[in-house]
């Protein structure tokens, strides 16, 4: 049986749900053993976290220099963990650190590379869907360990209880993985919401609002919900950049994604039409978004919104 | 930066927006501390690799005012994987004696963002990635960024020689004006292939890529779904859509 290794992040005070994701899509194809770099002395408490979905080990690492310098310090670590102990593959989330996380222990162990898989399957080959959600495509790792970042949202995880066997190891991090330092750490104003890329639903706002966002985030709020913005909304001003969906901006692939305003523009639909269900909510009936909808209302969000939001509240209570 | 270099890299075949914007973070820098060109301090070379139209890509950076450039193109690199590529770019950058390298950044779900990591890691430099502002001191020789991803902002620092990769909209990239177009005529332009390099073609281009594509197929189109015009039920009606399909 081959060894898969994934890269458990710790996310906040928790260890990120994306890690049950890539332990449920490793397991497709061997033994999953979860790699945990914690901070010096927190090795155990985050690793207790790791007591779901078919994690068999977990190595804790435990250093404050993962957080002090980024990227290259954990990529060093992994390295080592790697080259000891050879697993087949390594998987990894695909968010801005995985992705660079991955690509230098790929740099570092000369492994092949494969970012944003949607899926793996049992002899490795990873399925990505690319130029907007038009192609499907497999590739597989020809050379070393395959390395393979994927998406959340891809797939639902496998939560049922487990006990992996943890042990402990210790890695010297070199002085060129030292290189550049973090002085401090504004983590992302999100208002309590999840964080897009890894939201279960998103509700986002496009033209359409003129501005006033505040239907969309009470509906979003109501489902437990991110906020996204199409490209007009952002560059209006009307909501942050860091939300705006789309090909210059995030893609999400979320479960729900309810569209209210937004036309569809293709740089929009490139960064959301993977979406398992889309809602879409326009008074244009022409609107080119319509082509995506799972279930499209024709109809003002001012009085569509209001009225969903109650609807789900009142199911709730 | 004294007798150094400020440079920046291209690392598609067109000079997209987001390469835009790391040349003009680069002629920024520069411009802060003395300029760039004939006389001044500074100098910004472009480096980018691709095919042959990779000169027009080049030329334009030149016409916004970077120094000179080096480009490389050779039919051995065609297919190259991001392993492949970040070799070739660090290896030409290596030849240099640059103290900064800047690239564009595509969204943070672009297969490319992970390229400039991978070349700070072949050239043991300092790596500023997904920097939304960029803060440089020519006299500590030395850099701060504010980091923007999912994780919030982080502010990071480094000593030279550090790559570094901006997100979009960290500038306004400038127009050529005309006297630079004509003056990008006259700059240096090194071409280069990959045997000036020193590295073997099996490792690069299709041939040393580390992935194989085994097929690529059309998705199919989304299936219609339901359209209902709001006669003033349609939000309970959404609710009801939702139930059923188990979404809340």
């Not at chain 2, 919030?152 to 006297?179: C, L």
């Amino acid at each position: 049986m081959s060894e898969i290794f994934v890269l458990a992040e710790i996310a906040g005070e928790k260890v990120a749900k994306t890690t049950f994701e890539l332990a449920t899509l490793g397991a497709h194809a061997g033994s999953v053993t979860a790699i945990l770099l914690a901070p010096a002395g927190r090795g155990a408490e985050f690793a207790a976290h790791l007591n779901a979905g078919p994690i068999e080990r977990v190595i804790v690492v435990e250093s404050d220099e993962f957080a002090r310098y980024g990227v290259p310090a954990s990529a060093y670590a992994i390295s080592q963990l790697l080259t000891s102990q050879k697993p087949s593959a390594l998987l990894i989330a695909s968010s801005a650190f995985g992705k660079e996380v991955a690509g230098c222990v790929a740099v570092l162990t000369d492994s092949g590379i494969i970012t944003d898989a949607v899926d793996v399957a049992a002899d490795l080959t990873a399925t990505q869907i690319i130029f907007g959600g038009s192609m499907t495509v497999h590739s597989r790792v020809s050379s070393g360990i395959s390395i393979i970042t994927i998406r959340p949202n891809a797939i639902t995880p496998d939560l049922k209880a487990s006990t992996p066997e943890i042990t402990n190891e210790s890695i010297e991090i070199p002085p060129t993985a030292k290189l550049a330092e973090v002085l401090s750490l504004e983590p992302p104003i999100t208002g309590g919401r999840p964080e897009l890329t890894e939201a279960q639903i998103v509700v986002s706002g496009g033209r359409g609002t003129s501005g006033d966002f505040s239907p969309v985030e009470a509906f979003a709020d109501v489902l437990g919900a991110a906020v996204g913005a199409s490209r007009a909304a952002t560059d209006a001003g009307w909501y942050p950049h860091s939300h705006q969906v789309g090909q210059t901006g995030k893609t999400v692939s979320p479960q729900l994604y309810v569209a209210c305003g937004i036309s569809g523009a293709i740089q929009h639909r490139a960064g959301m039409q993977t979406s398992k269900t889309i809602v879409v909510i326009n008074k244009d009936p022409e609107a080119p978004i319509f082509e995506l909808a799972d279930f499209g209302v024709v109809g003002d969000l001012f009085a569509v919104l209001p009225q969903a939001t109650e609807g789900v509240r009142a199911r709730k209570s | 930066m004294e007798g150094g270099r400020l440079d920046r890299l291209s690392v598609d075949s067109v000079l997209n927006d987001l390469d835009e914007y790391a040349v003009e973070e680069a002629l920024r820098i520069a411009e802060a501390h003395g300029g760039n060109g004939a006389g001044a301090p500074h100098s910004v070379t472009v480096i980018s690799m691709g095919p042959e139209r990779t000169v027009d890509v080049a030329r334009k950076a030149l016409s916004m005012g970077a120094d000179s450039a080096i480009i490389i193109t050779d039919d051995a690199l065609a297919g190259s994987d991001a392993l492949g590529t970040s070799k070739v770019l660090a290896a030409l950058i290596a030849k240099g004696d640059f103290d900064l390298v800047i690239c564009g950044t595509e969204s943070t779900d672009a297969r490319m963002s992970v390229i400039p990591a991978m070349i700070a890691m072949r050239l043991g430099w300092a790596q500023l990635t997904f920097a939304g502002s960029v803060t440089v001191d020519p006299v500590a020789k030395s850099a701060v960024i504010a980091r923007m991803t999912e994780s919030g902002v982080e502010k990071m620092s480094a000593s030279f020689p550090a790559v570094i990769s901006v997100v979009e909209k960290i500038n306004e990239p400038r127009y050529p004006s005309f006297k630079g177009i004509m003056a990008a005529k006259k700059k240096l332009m090194e071409v280069q292939t990959l045997a000036s390099t020193g590295i073997d073609a099996n490792l690069v281009g299709t041939a040393g890529s580390k992935s194989t594509v085994i097929d690529a197929v059309p998705r199919p189109p989304r299936a219609a779904g339901i359209k209902v015009v709001d006669e003033g039920n349609a939000g309970t009606e959404l609710v009801n859509f939702l139930v059923e399909k188990k979404l809340i």
